[in-house]
């Protein structure tokens, strides 16, 4: 069973990321407020939900939400200022545009930057420990899911409706054979080091 909070009374936030060890496309991040006492069967492990669930849920937690919010941060963002740097932007531009100012972060992870005066926990595998979130990885999940779909009607030698933009070997295959789009992160190591020594 997941938790409904860290401590009781408290307005908690939870944020998650999506799309941090992916080879293209923009990294995803969702804040969540949920009721305090909030409880729904299919919210209870994220990691174990079919895609077709993650899509069935997201819905019902932003009607259920007290508040919540997506923050992006661009592949020219992320090369500038490393992933780890990105990932942790994106989480505060999604608690940035809450409608209401949490009390305290749950962030997913072991890293974080004090945001504003907000204080903040990490939760190394949170999404599997709080409800709130759990619920951020859902919605960081399925948005990045539908714009790396919108990427792959541009460009879609790059399989990224199945890959999503993850280091698959036909993903870097076909950087191989096609060369990078400007939605490659440039600072990522992009074809296979492998491939290299058959030259």
């Known amino acids: 069973m997941l938790l409904p909070y860290m401590e009781r009374g408290r307005i908690e936030a939870g944020c998650d990321e999506a799309g941090r060890g992916c080879l293209s496309g923009a990294v995803f991040a969702a804040a969540v407020i949920l009721p305090q006492d909030y409880h729904h069967p299919l919210l209870n492990d994220s990691k174990q939900l079919s895609e077709k669930q993650r899509y069935a849920l997201r819905p019902v937690i932003e009607q259920d939400a007290v508040a919540w919010a997506v923050g992006i941060v661009t592949p020219q963002e992320i090369d500038k200022i490393n992933i780890l740097n990105a990932s942790i932007l994106a989480m505060q531009r999604a608690v940035e545009q809450l409608s209401i100012t949490p009390q305290h972060l749950l ?93």
């Open 107 to 199: 962030i997913d992870g072991n890293r974080f930057k004090p945001y504003k005066d907000i204080p903040h926990t990490c939760v190394i595998k949170g999404d599997g420990k709080y409800l709130s979130i759990a619920a951020a990885s859902i919605l960081a999940k399925t948005y990045r899911d539908d714009y790396m779909l919108q990427l792959h009607n541009l460009h879609p030698q790059y399989g990224w409706d199945r890959n999503k933009g993850y280091p698959t070997q036909e993903h870097r295959n076909a950087i191989e054979r096609y060369g990078t789009t400007p939605y490659h992160r440039q600072s990522f190591r992009l074809t296979d080091p492998q491939l290299k020594l058959f030259e």
